[in-house]
T-cell receptor
Framework: NAGVTQTPKFQVLKTGQSMTLQCAQDMNHEYMSWYRQDPGMGLRLIHYSVGAGITDQGEVPNGYNVSRSTTEDFPLRLLSAAPSQTSVYFC???????????FGPGTRLTVT | DAKTTQPPSMDCAEGRAANLPCNHSTISGNEYVYWYRQIHSQGPQYIIHGLKNNETNEMASLIITEDRKSSTLILPHATLRDTAVYYCIVRVAFRNTPLVFGKGTRLSVIA
C-alpha cells in the first residue's frame, strides 16, 4: 500500500492564481480530510468527507473547495490564491472518523 | 468536544521514560483520548487512544486517571527519533466530528 499520497510536494503561486492539491489513498478509507498548518501552529481543519459524494466544512473553509467523486481521491481546490493561504497542507484518511487517521507527507504552498 | 491543556515543551534524556501530561477536565463519558505526534515537518502520526482503561501498544502507554480528567502518555525508553510535537485530542466516538489539533507539547529528547 502506498498509503496517503499528496501532489505536488512544493508549489509556488502568484496571488489570484488557482490550483488543485491532489490527495489519494489506496486503503479504501471512507473518511478523508484536509488540514493546513501555519508556522508554529497546530493543524486546522479545512474540509472533510465521510464518503464519496459527501463533504462538509471544517474550521477554516473559506477560499477552498472540495469534492469527492471517488473513495480514493479528495482534491482541494484553491479558487483564487492569497498570501494568507501560504501554508503546509496535509491530507488524511481513515476507515471512519473513530479510527486512527493516516496523514500524507504534505504539500508546501507559497503564495506571493 | 472537550478542550485539552498540555505544557508547551518538555525535555527528556535519551533512554529515560518520557511522561507527557494532558489535562481534559471537561471530558464527558463518551469522549475518547487520542494521542498523535508530528516529527519535524512530516504529517502527524497516530500513537494510541483510550476511553478509561490504561492502554499499551508497541509505541507507548496511555494512563488515564480514574476520574478521566487527565491522562499521561508514556514513551518508555525515549530515543532521539521521538523528538516531536505531541498532540492530546479528546473527541466523541461514533459521531461525525473530526480531530481538532491544539498546539501540543514539543518534546525534545536529549543525548
Amino acid at each position: 500500500n502506498a498509503g496517503v499520497t499528496q501532489t505536488p510536494k512544493f508549489q509556488v503561486l502568484k496571488t489570484g492564481q488557482s490550483m488543485t492539491l491532489q490527495c489519494a489513498q489506496d486503503m479504501n478509507h471512507e473518511y478523508m480530510s484536509w488540514y493546513r498548518q501555519d508556522p508554529g501552529m497546530g493543524l486546522r481543519l479545512i474540509h472533510y468527507s465521510v464518503g464519496a459524494g459527501i463533504t462538509d466544512q471544517g474550521e477554516v473553509p473559506n477560499g477552498y473547495n472540495v469534492s469527492r467523486s471517488t473513495t480514493e481521491d479528495f482534491p482541494l481546490r484553491l479558487l483564487s490564491a492569497a498570501p494568507s493561504q501560504t501554508s503546509v497542507y496535509f491530507c488524511a484518511s481513515s476507515y471512519s472518523q473513530f479510527y486512527e487517521q493516516y496523514f500524507g507527507p504534505g504539500t508546501r504552498l507559497t503564495v506571493t | 468536544d472537550a478542550k485539552t491543556t498540555q505544557p508547551p515543551s518538555m525535555d527528556c534524556a535519551e533512554g529515560r521514560a518520557a511522561n507527557l501530561p494532558c489535562n481534559h477536565s471537561t471530558i464527558s463519558g463518551n469522549e475518547y483520548v487520542y494521542w498523535y505526534r508530528q516529527i519535524h515537518s512530516q504529517g502527524p502520526q497516530y500513537i494510541i487512544h483510550g476511553l478509561k482503561n490504561n492502554e499499551t501498544n508497541e509505541m507507548a502507554s496511555l494512563i488515564i486517571t480514574e476520574d478521566r480528567k487527565s491522562s499521561t502518555l508514556i514513551l518508555p525508553h525515549a530515543t532521539l527519533r521521538d523528538t516531536a510535537v505531541y498532540y492530546c485530542i479528546v473527541r466523541v466516538a461514533f459521531r461525525n466530528t473530526p480531530l481538532v489539533f491544539g498546539k501540543g507539547t514539543r518534546l525534545s529528547v536529549i543525548a
